[in-house]
Every structure is written in C-alpha cells, then in structure tokens.
C-alpha cells in the first residue's frame, strides 16, 4: 500500500492499525538541535486520545509514545527519529459482524475491492486510530517552529456556530472546553448537541478552523507546491474531512475586488487579510487561517442497510466504541498536519535563493 508518507524535506512515513500490535512512524529530515520536549509532546497526545471526556470514544489508550532512535541527550540527533505507540485496548470482537459486510460510508467496501481482503477489526488502517503518529510527528514540527503559532478550534457543530474575528478568538479558552470551542456559551450547546446526538445513536459533523500567526514572508513553491495547496492536502488527508477552505473562501467569491484586495501598509503587511496569509502560494507574513468540515462519521448505533461481500443485502448493526462527532479529537490532528506543512516549507524555502 502507498501512500504512507507525507512532507519533502521533514517527512514522515506512518505505519500501523487501529487493531494491530502498535502504531509508530519514522521522521526523516528533522534538523539536529531541536529540543524534544516530552512533555510537551504527551500533553499533544492527551489532547487527541480516545477516553478523554465523556463526548467521546470510550476506548482506553494511554497513547505513550516510545522514541527508537534520532534523540539523544534531550535533543535531535539529525538522523531519523523513529517512534511507536502500542495498542493496549483493542475489542476486536465488536467488529466480527462486519467481517463480510460494509459499513455504509466507511471504507470497508472500497479496501476490499482495492486490496481483495481488509483488516476489518476497528477499520484496519482506514480507523483515524493512525493520526495518532501524526500528533507524534506534528509536535516534533511544532518543537522545531518556536516563532510559529498555531491555534485550532471547533466553530461549529451540526448547525449550531461559533461565529468570531480571527482578532477576538480567546485561544486560552479552548482546552478549558472539552468541545474545543473558545466561546463558553456556544462550547455548551455544541456539548448537549453531541450529548443528544449520542443518546439517539446518531452521529454529528462539525468545523475546526484554524489561525496560524508568525509565519514569514516566502514559505511556498509554485506553482504545483502553493503552500496553500500543501495545507489543502493535509487537511484533506485527515479521516472524514469533507472541505477546506483557505482565506476569505467561498465567500470570497461574493465579493468585489475593491472590497476584497489587501491593501498594503507601508512595512508589507496588509490592513486586511482576505488572501488568508498566501499569495501566488507563498506566504506573505500575515496570519494563515482555513476551516475544515468533517462529516458526520458513519458508524452509527442503529441497523443500516447495507450488502455483504457478495452484494446481497444485510442489516449492519452498530456496535463497539465510537466518537458521536470527531471535531473536539480532531483539533490537534489539524494543528499537526498544519505544523507538518510549515515546518517542511520553511525547510524547502532555504533552497530557493544563494
Ligand atoms: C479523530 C477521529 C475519530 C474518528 N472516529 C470514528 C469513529 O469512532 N467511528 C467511525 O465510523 N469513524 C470515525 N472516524 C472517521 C473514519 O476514520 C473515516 O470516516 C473513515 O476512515 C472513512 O474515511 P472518509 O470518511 O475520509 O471517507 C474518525 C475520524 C477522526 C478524525
């Protein structure tokens, strides 16, 4: 299976399922002196790990991760660092009914076709289990990109909205909600919606958005590695992500160019920012910002028609543990396929000029 690695210059390789023996990974390209705070790092894994409230996936992992190599004396070595996380909570009895059938859209149906057979237990590779070597990965980023700051958050779930300014968003708010919402208020409603979800079986989607400041000018290679395509493919890598949008987005487009240019202040920054930080797909020092919709994800507590193997038609029942809506989960995995983006740009940029 291809497909497993990710980034030019900081690149990382992922391998693992949700019911394996362990998940892990193996960066190559991460310079030498970069202080690898472990702490730091767990704190990132607590923030992605199933357990962690009562809104989410009850499956107990400690998720620690064990360093392999790369890291000596607190510090990257420049060779590549290599590291694993072992399952500890599997149940893969809650998913032998699925063996030969296919959980309407989840990816049971199309690994079969593709590959002929499929770990079925926990959804194999598919399961957002491996974004956990991704949170690994992001922080190590993140270590190396001090001057960087990136804050993810909810702004929706289901129809109920966080509606901000990128300049009023409280980001020491958001890991005192258990949603990941900044706005206290909206944090509650978004809770019970989930809490009701749940109750009825059912499944929500959401939006995380995400502000990135501190960026310099000249991050982004054109023209088919635009630092803002890199970060769409990012995003578009994570489990159930169904949109990004970058800068003034969709509404952008409402918009006339009078009212949407930049105009420049007299140091290059802008008095707006519509280009959303990026232009011609290079950075221009303002802040980055995009949202991502997740779907409502598809195992649901209730019997779904479905077919089997053979195409004839069965009942697929919801079972095991699952999350009734990812977006809380998914903000660090945001924030680290974001510092994956930044930190490997910021890398390429210093082959661009003598
Ligand atoms: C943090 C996170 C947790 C997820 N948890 C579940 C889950 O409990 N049950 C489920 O059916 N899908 C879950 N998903 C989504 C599936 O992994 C995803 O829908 C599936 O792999 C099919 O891929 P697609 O939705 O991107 O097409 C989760 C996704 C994320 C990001």
Avoid: W
């Amino acid at each position: 299976m291809a497909g497993n690695s990710f980034g030019n210059i900081f690149k990382i390789s992922s391998f693992g399922e949700s019911h394996g023996k362990a998940l892990g990974g193996v960066i190559d390209g991460c310079p030498a002196g970069v202080n690898i705070d472990l702490d730091f790092i767990n704190s990132e894994l607590n923030r992605r790990r199933p357990g962690q409230s009562e809104i989410v996936t009850q499956r107990k992992e400690d998720d620690s991760v064990e360093f392999l190599s790369g890291i000596f004396e607190g510090k990257s070595t420049g060779t590549p660092i290599g590291f694993i996380i072992f399952n500890q909570d599997q149940k893969s009895k809650d998913y032998s009914h699925i063996k030969d059938s296919y959980r309407p859209s989840h990816a049971d149906f199309v690994y079969d076709k593709k590959y002929g057979f499929r770990d079925y237990r926990g959804g194999g590779r598919s399961s957002a289990r491996e974004t956990v070597v991704r949170v690994v990965a992001g922080a190590i980023a993140k270590l190396l990109l001090k001057e960087v700051k990136i804050n993810a958050f909810v702004s929706s779930v289901g129809k109920i909205k966080y509606e901000y300014e990128n300049s009023n968003v409280d980001f020491q708010n958001i890991e005192k909600s258990i949603v990941r919402c900044p706005d206290p208020d909206k944090s509650k409603e978004m809770e019970d919606l989930i809490k009701k979800t749940r109750k009825n079986g059912d499944t929500v989607g959401g939006v995380i958005s995400c502000i990135i400041s501190g960026v310099p000018v000249g991050l982004g290679e054109p023209v088919f590695n635009k630092l803002h395509a890199e970060l769409g493919k990012a995003m578009l890598s994570i489990n159930a992500v169904k949109g990004f949008e970058f800068g003034s987005g969709f509404k952008g487009s409402e918009m006339n160019g009078s009212e949407h240019n930049d105009s420049f202040n007299e140091d290059g920054s802008t008095k707006t920012n519509y280009s959303g930080g990026v232009q011609g797909g290079i950075s221009n020092g303002m802040d980055i910002y995009f949202n991502i919709a997740f779907k409502p994800v598809s195992t649901i507590m209730r019997d779904q028609d479905s077919i089997d193997s053979k195409g004839k038609k069965v009942k697929v029942q919801g079972k095991g543990r699952h999350d009734p809506c990812v977006v809380p989960r998914a903000v660090p995995i945001v924030e680290a396929m974001a510092a994956l983006v930044i930190a490997d740009y910021l890398l390429l940029s210093k082959l661009s000029k003598i």
